[in-house]
């Protein structure tokens, strides 16, 4: 049983020997425990560190890429290389080294395909009470999108079995912890949370600039996410608005014509047609969008099948 531990690095020189050193020499049921750096674009010494350090396996991307882009580019390279199991961490040894245990258990076992770290966020002393605030609602916000149980969703601290790891596909540039939630609950994997502790904060995070920013990012995201794998939900919300509120003022048109003059309020039928006739415009979408979301699976399972091959 092999574990690839793969670390995103960007300009990472001062931290990853803190990083580096903390991680596990053995872990009970795996036999062999792989480092890999995935360089995206550093302009510092960070791959001249990593490899006095002992590692011996890299991906350089051409340029700064993106957390992304890096963490995918990561799981292909992990896979060539064998990997059994994956987990991902961070450069700046924000999460416990010593909890990779705890993320390998539940794949070990059988029980989980992923597995994510959950942080003691509301315990964390240089996050700010309005960051506390907004990752607490953040994961309460993706476990009503995804229908899963995650505690917190943002966690980059998560391990991925293999099958979990060929299956996965990160269309956005900006981060892929919510995207992977969303899709996993899609693909039928099952998820499962751990609690993880963390270590003092060596730098400020690279990721969050501003925290208006991040906000909407992830809004987008998970609306995006959401239109993609659960389409027809999506657009049938949508067209279930509209033809109630359509059938709500043809109704209250029937009810002037009927028992009052029989006259005037045309506009209520007008309006009553036009929302009716977009509703059913957006159902025959939220139908189609059902079509081309099954043709996306069978074309994602072709994939991962030539993945395995590889």
Same mark, same amino acid.
């Given at each position: 049983?092999?574990?690839?531990?793969?670390?995103?690095?960007?300009?990472? =020189?001062?931290?990853?020997?803190?990083?580096?050193?903390?991680?596990?020499?053995?872990?009970?049921?795996?036999?062999?425990?792989?480092?890999?750096?995935?360089?995206?674009?550093?302009?510092?010494?960070?791959?001249? +560190?990593?490899?006095?350090?002992?590692?011996? %396996?890299?991906?350089?991307?051409?340029?700064?890429?993106?957390?992304?882009?890096?963490?995918? @580019? $990561?799981?292909?390279?992990?896979? =060539?290389? $064998?990997?059994?199991?994956?987990?991902?961490?961070?450069?700046?040894?924000?999460?416990?080294?010593?909890?990779?245990?705890?993320?390998?258990?539940? /794949?070990?076992?059988?029980? @989980?395909? /992923?597995?994510?770290?959950?942080?003691?966020?509301?315990?964390? =002393?240089?996050?700010?009470?309005?960051?506390?605030?907004? &990752?607490?609602? $953040?994961?309460?916000?993706?476990?009503?999108?995804? %229908?899963?149980? +995650?505690?917190?969703?943002?966690?980059?601290?998560?391990?991925?079995?293999?099958?979990?790891?060929? &299956?996965?596909?990160?269309?956005?540039?900006?981060?892929?912890?919510?995207?992977?939630? /969303?899709?996993?609950?899609?693909?039928?994997?099952?998820?499962?949370?751990?609690?993880?502790?963390?270590?003092?904060?060596?730098?400020?995070?690279?990721? +969050?600039?501003?925290?208006?920013?991040?906000?909407?990012? %992830?809004?987008?995201?998970?609306?995006?996410?959401?239109?993609?794998?659960?389409?027809?939900?999506?657009?049938?919300?949508?067209?279930?608005?509209?033809?109630?509120?359509?059938?709500?003022?043809?109704?209250?048109?029937?009810?002037?014509?009927?028992?009052?003059?029989?006259?005037?309020?045309? &506009?209520?039928?007008?309006?009553?047609?036009?929302?009716?006739?977009?509703? +059913? &415009?957006?159902?025959?979408?939220?139908?189609?969008?059902?079509?081309?979301?099954?043709?996306?699976?069978?074309?994602?399972?072709?994939?991962?099948?030539?993945?395995?091959?590889?």
């Amino acid at each position: 049983m092999k574990l690839v531990i793969q670390i995103p690095c960007y300009n990472e =020189e001062q931290a990853l020997p803190v990083t580096l050193g903390a991680l596990p020499d053995s872990i009970e049921g795996i036999d062999e425990i792989e480092i890999l750096i995935i360089n995206d674009g550093s302009t510092d010494k960070t791959v001249d +560190v990593a490899k006095s350090l002992d590692v011996k %396996s890299f991906v350089n991307m051409p340029h700064n890429c993106g957390l992304a882009k890096a963490f995918v @580019a $990561g799981l292909h390279k992990a896979l =060539e290389m $064998g990997a059994d199991i994956i987990v991902n961490t961070d450069a700046d040894n924000q999460y416990c080294a010593d909890d990779i245990e705890k993320l390998v258990k539940p /794949i070990l076992s059988g029980e @989980a395909d /992923i597995v994510i770290g959950a942080r003691p966020v509301t315990s964390i =002393e240089h996050f700010s009470p309005l960051k506390k605030f907004l &990752q607490k609602l $953040g994961s309460s916000v993706m476990r009503l999108v995804s %229908s899963t149980e +995650v505690e917190d969703a943002p966690s980059g601290f998560r391990a991925f079995s293999r099958n979990a790891a060929l &299956q996965m596909n990160v269309f956005d540039n900006y981060t892929y912890t919510m995207e992977t939630i /969303i899709q996993a609950k899609a693909k039928g994997l099952i998820l499962k949370s751990v609690p993880i502790r963390v270590n003092a904060d060596l730098r400020k995070s690279k990721l +969050v600039k501003n925290m208006f920013d991040y906000i909407v990012r %992830s809004v987008f995201t998970m609306l995006r996410m959401f239109i993609i794998y659960r389409p027809f939900r999506f657009f049938a919300i949508i067209a279930g608005i509209f033809l109630l509120l359509g059938t709500i003022l043809g109704l209250r048109f029937l009810y002037y014509y009927i028992f009052t003059s029989g006259s005037g309020h045309i &506009q209520s039928l007008i309006l009553s047609a036009i929302l009716i006739i977009t509703g +059913v &415009q957006i159902a025959v979408i939220a139908v189609m969008s059902e079509l081309f979301s099954i043709n996306r699976k069978l074309l994602e399972d072709i994939q991962r099948r030539l993945k395995d091959l590889k």
